[in-house]
């Protein structure tokens, strides 16, 4: 199962490299990169890992590697300008992922040697006897996704596809034949972009919208990936033979795990199917000592993506989180942790992840939330001592960081934005 003792429990520190680093206070609304600053990979260095490991943490989870779509331009170094129509702030989303086989270049002091300068960090981050987490985002990737630097012989996803078809076990994506994309009514697009953003034919939007006109509050950023099920047939499977696109996301977690990674954070992990990750994760792990948590919210399937999908964890997000949440805001009833106690002991304890904060979460000490971070202290001691699962911190959390300030893409929302440098919209991917 997990790559450490039954008996150690893990302490996951949950952190932004754009935000952990950054020495700008200075937050320029729209602001450029140069204007507003960012933390680079150089920004994990010993002083910060040995006082995490001295904080008792075990795994380091680092939070927008992978290379996503951006306003800023790269093409000095070959990277193509992303469409700002398709971006969601200035910065972009750490989960809209650009090119699966890079790292974001703003995240290297030298964006030339930025591979290695992400090399050096997971050696850093071992040097300190812990072990590093990333993101995989399997579910959805960003519109104008583009792998510039793929090792040869591997095809792009969606090259070769047969965009004349809205669905083929063989495509990566949903295509919508004959429409094209339509810009959702309300996204900010800058004056300087005089080029229309052109889509066509429109692919399938990332939060399963299959149409060409999805809405500001979709993740319209974003193209979903095909793993061989066919939503608009009543989610009919095709995973025999086994689909294109499983090949290509399981390559991709062995390249990474090649680089160090000991673990990957899968984002909205339910919405790929749990054949895909039963399949896949056996795979990886054969090769390589890895941790694999899923990022899920419905109950029912618990045990579907432990034991047939293969994750060592899952969320525990619409359980125990949702259960301290009301109770910290003065509503539910403490009987409910006895009841979620109930539900998820026995075979699945171990692998629910417990936290209290995360980049969805709005902050404890926020004005939406608690108010004063000191409420947090017994909701902490039930989410550490419940069971034997794992425990997860949001970077500033054990300051009780308040979030008090509109930043990024979205609202003042008591959230610590994922979005940074954007106008103040409303939207989340």
Not at 23 to 42: A, D, I
Not at 342 to 359: A, C, K, P, V
Request: with cysteine; charged share 25%; net charge negative.
């Amino acid at each position: 199962m997990s790559s450490t003792s039954p008996n150690h429990k893990l302490l996951i520190y949950q952190l932004t490299i754009r935000l952990f680093g950054n020495k700008n206070k200075q937050v320029k609304p729209w602001g450029s990169l140069k204007e507003n600053g960012t933390g680079t990979f150089s920004d994990v260095n010993e002083t910060a890992l040995k006082s995490l490991k001295k904080f008792g943490i075990t795994h380091v989870w680092t939070m927008g590697v992978i290379e996503h779509a951006t306003m800023e331009d790269f093409s000095e170094l070959g990277i193509p300008k992303d469409h700002p129509a398709v971006i969601k702030g200035r910065a972009g989303s750490p989960y809209a992922i650009k090119d699966y086989y890079d790292v974001n270049p703003f995240l290297a002091e030298n964006p030339t040697h930025r591979m290695a300068e992400f090399e050096a960090m997971v050696e850093r981050v071992h040097k300190q006897k812990l072990k590093l987490i990333i993101d995989f985002v399997p579910n959805h990737v960003a519109r104008q996704y583009h792998s510039d630097v793929k090792p040869t012989g591997v095809l792009d996803l969606g090259e070769g596809d047969l965009s004349g078809v809205a669905f083929s076990p063989e495509n990566n994506f949903y295509y919508l034949p004959g429409e094209e994309f339509i810009i959702p009514e309300g996204v900010h697009v800058p004056v300087e972009s005089v080029q229309p953003y052109h889509e066509y034919p429109a692919k399938a939007t990332g939060d399963d919208v299959f149409s060409s006109r999805p809405n500001i509050n979709h993740w319209y950023e974003t193209t979903k990936l095909n793993y061989g099920v066919d939503y608009l047939k009543n989610r009919a499977t095709h995973f025999d033979p086994i689909p294109n696109t499983w090949f290509k996301m399981r390559d991709i977690l062995l390249f990474w795990a090649s680089k160090g990674v000991d673990g990957f954070r899968c984002d909205m992990a339910e919405m790929v199917p749990v054949e895909f990750w039963g399949w896949c994760i056996p795979q990886v792990k054969a090769k390589y000592t890895v941790d694999f948590i899923a990022e899920i919210y419905n109950p029912a399937q618990y045990h579907n993506y432990i034991f047939n999908g293969k994750f060592d964890y899952l969320y525990d997000k619409v359980g125990l989180y949702d259960t301290l949440r009301a109770l910290m805001e003065g509503r539910g009833n403490v009987a409910d942790i006895t009841r979620i106690w109930q539900q998820e002991s026995g075979d699945i304890d171990q692998h629910m992840l417990r936290f209290l904060e995360n980049h969805d979460e709005q902050r404890i000490a926020s004005e939406f939330f608690a108010r004063n971070p000191n409420y947090a202290i017994p909701a902490w001691v039930v989410s550490a001592t419940m069971g034997r699962g794992p425990l997860m911190l949001f970077f500033g959390q054990e300051v009780g960081e308040p979030a008090a300030d509109a930043e990024g893409f979205q609202t003042k929302d008591g959230r610590t934005t994922i979005l940074t440098g954007g106008p103040f919209l409303n939207g989340k991917s």
